[in-house]
């Protein structure tokens, strides 16, 4: 075939995909999210005080941190969509960090040295580091079947950076059932398994988002 | 010589449905394609043969890509991305494992370019790999330049039946680009 032939049939075909890779971003991540909502009730279910915690600053800022990190990664999982490399990815995620550095200072100053460790280790690591990826995991689904219509860069940065937003949607699930407010639990925990969460999206990115 | 800009109002005018303005582009941006893969071709140390196997594989995946094209940008670094990920991933699939370096900022997209010699060897052979209709359309559209409307009453199908089996077929293709090996 001859490439004047060949261009006769792109033209032909009208049919572009989604135009705007924000909107079916979201719809997958809504899609994924809802099959994680019904898990989370059925399995978890919000915590009990759920009223009174919402009175305290730790949970407050719990929430605040998770639906942030939900709102960066879903920017930066739209930047590295795109076949223009991005630099420093990073850079997207200093709001969340800043956030993080400030909560952690103040947890610090307000709590006596000697209740730092058990703030840290708190009550839940465990569940937390199971929980967030089990949640993740339909979203992280949807968001790289969607993915695969996009042309990143880089595959892999883009599986890992569906996999931050698949972990961040599935933290601000867990959110709601965990007992554990204090930041140093939250910036320790819900991190590693974000990182799970992306290193699973960034080996799997490799594969599934080559194009 | 039309300025780059013409080039993003073409896409444009595409996206809003004008087949002219889009095959304009296409042709275009072959030309510019053929120049880039030969001389990346020459810079690996690599045959030209393969010259138009790579400007239709970029062409294919460029189109089937081009919603991921921001139209508030230029279009030509999307252009260039592109058909930079697309010749290193030939590259590296016909066993060229070095370091790839291409300079694909020196080439214009104004540059005249010389004229396409031959078929592509591949798409024949990934023509092949497509069901029975699904290649009658594309061959009846692309070597036969039939519309989708003719084709479809040729073949007891609506217009928009053959455009649905067209795409499906140029996604194929592009798989199939995609998975082929030495």
Same mark, same amino acid.
Request: overall charge positive; some cysteine.
């Given at each position: 075939m001859k490439t004047e032939q060949l261009l006769a049939a792109l033209v032909a075909d009208?049919?572009?995909?989604?135009?705007?890779?924000?909107?079916?971003?979201?719809?997958?991540?809504?899609?994924?999210?809802?099959?994680?909502?019904?898990?989370?009730?059925?399995?978890?279910?919000?915590?009990?005080?759920l009223a009174a915690?919402?009175?305290?600053?730790?949970?407050?800022?719990?929430?605040?941190?998770?639906?942030?990190?939900?709102?960066?990664?879903?920017?930066?999982?739209?930047?590295?969509?795109?076949?223009?490399?991005?630099?420093?990815?990073g850079r997207f995620l200093l709001p969340l960090a800043a956030l993080a550095a400030v909560a952690v200072a103040i947890e610090l100053a307000d709590v006596p040295m000697a209740a730092w460790r058990a703030r840290l280790v708190g009550s839940n690591a465990l569940i937390c580091l199971a929980a967030v990826p089990a949640f993740s995991l339909a979203p992280l689904v949807a968001l790289l079947a969607m993915l695969r219509s996009t042309a990143p860069a880089s595959p892999a940065l883009a599986g890992a950076a569906a996999g931050l937003l698949a972990a961040a949607s599935g933290a601000a699930l867990y959110a709601f059932h965990c007992f554990d407010d204090s930041p140093l639990f939250v910036v320790t925990w819900y991190s590693l398994a974000a990182l799970i969460v992306m290193t699973v999206g960034g080996l799997a990115g490799r594969r599934v988002l080559r194009w | 010589m039309p300025s780059?800009?013409?080039?993003?109002?073409?896409?444009?005018?595409?996206?809003n449905g004008d087949d002219e303005a889009y095959r304009r582009l296409l042709v275009r941006v072959a030309v510019w394609l053929r120049?880039?893969?030969?001389?990346?071709?020459? $810079?690996?140390?690599?045959? *030209? %043969?393969?010259?138009?196997?790579i400007v239709q594989e970029t062409l294919l995946v460029m189109h089937l890509k081009r919603a991921s094209w921001d139209d508030t940008q230029p279009l030509e670094p999307w252009l260039h991305a592109i058909a930079r990920h697309k010749l290193i991933d030939h590259l590296r699939r016909k066993g060229f494992a070095d370091h790839v370096d291409l300079d694909l900022h020196a080439e214009t997209l104004a540059a005249p370019e010389a004229a396409e010699a031959g078929a592509s060897a591949d798409a024949r052979q990934m023509l092949?790999?497509?069901?029975? $209709?699904?290649?009658?359309? *594309? %061959?009846?559209?692309?070597?036969e330049g039939r519309s989708a409307r003719d084709v479809g009453a040729r073949l007891g199908m609506s217009e928009g039946a053959v455009r649905v089996a067209l795409h499906r077929a140029l996604r194929a293709l592009a798989a199939a680009y995609g998975r082929e090996r030495p």
């Open positions: 009208r049919a572009s995909g989604p135009r705007s890779s924000g909107r079916a971003l979201a719809l997958a991540l809504l899609a994924g999210g809802v099959l994680s909502l019904g898990l989370f009730l059925a399995a978890l279910g919000p915590r009990a005080d915690a919402l009175a305290t600053w730790r949970f407050d800022v719990k929430i605040v941190a998770v639906l942030l990190a939900v709102g960066l990664a879903f920017r930066l999982c739209r930047a590295v969509s795109r076949p223009l490399p991005v630099a420093h990815p | 780059s800009d013409d080039l993003a109002q073409l896409m444009r005018l595409a996206r120049g880039v893969a030969r001389r990346g071709l020459v $810079r690996a140390g690599r045959s *030209v %043969e393969d010259s138009e196997d092949s790999s497509l069901g029975e $209709r699904q290649r009658h359309i *594309v %061959e009846a559209i692309s070597i």
